[in-house]
Structure formats: C-alpha cells, structure tokens
C-alpha cells in the first residue's frame, strides 16, 4: 500500500496562476482532508470530505475550492493564485468508522507564488 | 471538536522521560485524545489515543485525568529522533469529519 500520495511534490506558480493538487488514498478511507502549514505554524484544515461526494469548509476555505472525485482521491484548487497562499500542503484521510480512526497523512507539496 | 492548549515549547535530556501536557477542558463525553508528531517537514504521524484510560503502545503513554480535562503524553526514555512538534487534537470516532490541530509543542531532545 502507497498510503496517501500527493502530487507534485514542488511548485511555483506567479500571482493570479492556477492550480490543482492531487492526492489519493489506497486504504478505502472515508474521510479525507486538506490542510496548509506556513512556516514555523501549526496545520489549519482548509476542506474535509467526511465521505464520497461530500466536503466541507474548515478553518481556511478562501482563495481554494475541493473536489472529491470519488473515495480515493480529494483535489484541491486554487484558482487564482496569491503569495500569501505558499504553503505547504498536507492530505490526509482516515477511516472514520473505526476504533482506530487515526489520520495518516502524505508528504505534502510545497508550493511558492511569486 | 474541542479546543486544546499546549506549551508552545519544551525541552528534554536524551535518555530522560518527556512529559508533554495538553488541556482539554472544553472535551465533550464522546471525544478522544489524539497525539500526533510531527518531525521536521513531514507529514504529521500518529502516535496514541485514548478516551478515559491511560493507554500505552510502543512509542508512548498517554495519560488522562480522571476528569479528562487534561492529558499527558510520555515518551520514556526521548531520543535526538524524538525531537518533533507534538499535536494533541480531541474528536469524536465517527465519521463526522472534521479535525482540527492547533500549533503543537516543539519538543526538543538535547544530548
């Protein structure tokens, strides 16, 4: 098993650029999630999806949207890139109906906007 | 999901035990306690949860007071690789979703 993949690893975009991250899951979780961590902070939770074909705002929703395609894979979009969104990007999921309901997360995307 | 507060930082001697608090005060019947860490710029990794009891796995103790309003994570004997930001999270185990960290405790490990 992959675990949780994201894709890319890197990137730059310029202001007012737009992108998609990926990411997806091979442990048939029903939960998944994005996060963004700025420099010497804690993670902020962007969006979740408690399951396929739903999602939800967390604490820092603006400037991005979601998209779960189906139980494997939740993207996340910014549509018109700003530097105060470079970041590093966490996914995570978990199982969400078990006693052992932990988050396994991947290993990010660092992204830079100029 | 209830909200938690831990000392911004810490520091262990290698080879002694890390006593890492987190309250809790807010923590509703139904919620866990959830440690996670987080070395350098990876992704964060589970390491224990418990719901009253005081729970134990390999990597670590975790310790909840009777009230649970608070709880105490124990690594026994930190190493330099035990040197991490430490997250305790509280949330229910059902699928409701949502999961919330705040800034963690940056725990480190001097020789």
């Known amino acids: 098993n992959a675990g949780v993949t994201q894709t890319p690893k890197f990137q730059v975009l310029k202001t007012g650029q737009s992108m998609t991250l990926q990411c997806a899951q091979d442990m048939n979780h029903n939960s998944m999630y994005w996060y963004r961590q700025d420099p010497g902070m804690g993670l902020r939770l962007i969006y979740y999806?408690?399951?396929?074909?739903?999602?939800d705002k967390g604490e820092v929703p603006n400037g991005y949207n979601v998209s779960r395609l189906n139980k494997r894979e939740f993207s996340l979009r910014l549509e018109s890139a700003a530097p105060s969104q470079t970041s590093v990007y966490f996914c995570?999921?978990?199982?969400?109906?078990?006693?052992?309901?932990?988050?396994?997360f991947g290993p990010g995307t660092r992204l830079t906007v100029l | 999901d209830a909200k938690t507060t831990q000392p911004p930082s810490m520091d262990c001697a290698e080879g002694r035990a890390a006593n890492l608090p987190c309250n809790h005060s807010t923590i509703s019947g139904n919620e866990y306690v959830y440690w996670y860490r987080q070395i350098h710029s990876q992704g964060p990794q589970y390491i224990i949860h418990?719901?009253?009891n005081n729970e134990t796995n390999e990597m670590a103790s975790l310790i909840i007071t009777e009230d649970r309003k608070s709880s105490t994570l124990i690594l026994p004997h930190a190493t330099l690789r035990d040197t991490a930001v430490y997250y305790c999270i509280v949330r229910t185990n059902t699928n409701a979703g949502k999961s919330t960290f705040g800034d963690g405790t940056t725990l480190t490990v001097k020789p």
């Open positions: 418990g719901l009253k």
């Open positions: 995570a999921s978990r199982s969400g109906s078990s006693s052992y309901n932990e988050q396994f």
């Open positions: 999806s408690a399951s396929e074909g739903t999602t």
